[in-house]
């Protein structure tokens, strides 16, 4: 059974103003042709399929260039199998799977040999078994959303918790006691081979920057040992940096399928293709590389010759996804002709922001604009003063009003 893993596409997302759709609708289409091409047999997505940030009229157009994409893939027998991550919207997922449960009313019992030739989708811890197309025999798949208290916490699904860290300890108490359920059900099978998706955070991985739009204290981070060696394949989403975790190939993060921010400009996106065979994993994974949307950061400390070098460079209006930063000096530089000229270079900035610098000093004191022996206060008054200089009188006021205020707060 060959499988394509991969995980965190976030359709229907946003970076700044800029709407991803498109970006990602070519992403998916890239994972489609490749399905096609490696004969795949099992497409798993280990979650954030949706992104929360995604209004309905958007999902909906999402299904359908999904219909359009995987058409065919699902017609000739092939299975896309998918979980909720920690961005999908819960109501929207259990809406859909209940909907999909509708068209195939017997399917969705734990432990059930599925049909292939659809989408499943898991909004809740799943046991699922799928028949290989060619050898015979039958993989064992365990779909694990992200941990939320809804999704495992059966008796109490609104707890009251000391702080987020009592929090996120009993959501990985559950979460692994909810994997030991699946594995003592009487439908589970220790002789067949077993893939583990899930969505979660593992101690060890690169995450680069940040994680995507979450804290790491509102985050639940489980040990490599967790999760056990006994399965043929551990498929992860959630980190969006593709890797193997605890020296184990068969324990691996995919990646994102684009550059979600600029977090990820050094990144290089792909998916990881398997094969299950009777016994276990075939071989080691293979990467099949995703040509992904530059983002990148442009800074413009001193505009009026930035700007020519730019220009020499980006003779065309340029497709990468921008974030600038610009200072400039009033009476030198015409911030408005520079904002319209920018505007014409990168069409898809998603942010931008902009200071007028004056004359800054380079360090908050020196011997020769600060008395020696000044206090901390004195200095710091001192220096904000200089730097409010080419300001209006109003702001300078309410600035230095508003330093007063600091330094009076015990």
């Known amino acids: 059974m060959r499988i394509l893993h991969t995980a965190d596409w976030h359709l229907g997302d946003r970076l700044g103003r800029i709407d991803r759709t498109e970006d990602l609708r070519r992403a998916v289409e890239r994972v489609g042709m490749i399905c096609d091409n490696h004969s795949v047999d099992v497409l798993l997505v280990a979650g954030d399929l949706f992104s929360e940030l995604a209004r309905p009229d958007n999902l909906r157009e999402t299904i359908e260039h999904w219909q359009q994409v995987f058409g065919g893939f699902l017609r ?87 702080g987020p860290d009592e929090k996120n300890a009993r959501l990985m108490d559950a979460f692994l006691e909810e994997l ?108 099949v590389p995703l040509p992904s949307t530059p983002v990148v950061s442009i800074v413009l400390d001193h505009p009026t010759a930035n700007m020519e070098v730019l220009r020499e460079r980006y003779p065309e209006p340029c497709d990468d996804l921008v974030n600038l930063d610009i200072r400039y000096t009033a009476g030198v530089d015409s911030l408005e002709e520079i904002l319209i000229e920018l505007d014409k270079m990168f069409p898809r900035w998603y942010a931008r922001n902009w200071r007028e610098t004056g004359e800054l000093t380079d360090r908050l004191a020196t011997e020769e604009n600060t008395p020696r022996g000044a206090s901390f206060e004195e200095t710091v008054r001192d220096y904000v003063r200089r730097e409010l200089q080419n300001h209006s009188d109003e702001e300078r006021e309410e600035i230095l009003w508003r330093l007063d205020k600091l330094f009076k707060v015990e």
């Not at 101690?203 to 509102?218: K, M, N, Q, W, Y």
């Not at 999760?227 to 969006?240: R, T």
């Open 76 to 162: 000739e027998g092939g299975t896309i199998l998918t979980l909720t991550g920690n961005h999908d919207n819960e109501n929207f997922c259990r809406t859909l799977g209940n909907a999909m449960n509708l068209a195939s009313p017997s399917v969705g019992h734990m432990g059930d040999v599925v049909p292939g030739g659809r989408l499943h989708l898991a909004t809740e811890p799943t046991l699922l078994k799928l028949a290989d197309r060619h050898g015979g025999y039958h993989v064992q798949f365990i779909l694990m959303p992200y941990p939320t208290p809804s999704r495992y916490f059966r008796d109490d699904p609104a707890p009251k918790y000391a």
């Open 180 to 287: 030991r359920r699946i594995q003592r059900h009487e439908r589970f099978d220790r002789r067949l081979p077993t893939v583990l998706g899930a969505h979660i955070n593992v101690h060890g991985a690169t995450v680069g920057p940040t994680l995507f739009r979450i804290a790491e204290s509102d985050d639940v981070v489980f040990r490599p040992e967790d999760l056990p060696d006994e399965f043929a394949y551990v498929a992860l989403g959630h980190v969006h940096k593709e890797q193997t975790l605890g020296g184990r190939e068969n324990l691996r993060y995919s990646g994102s399928i684009e550059k979600m921010d600029l977090g990820e400009s050094g990144d290089h996106k792909s998916v990881t293709l398997l094969e299950i065979n009777e016994t276990g994993l075939a071989g080691l994974p293979q990467l």
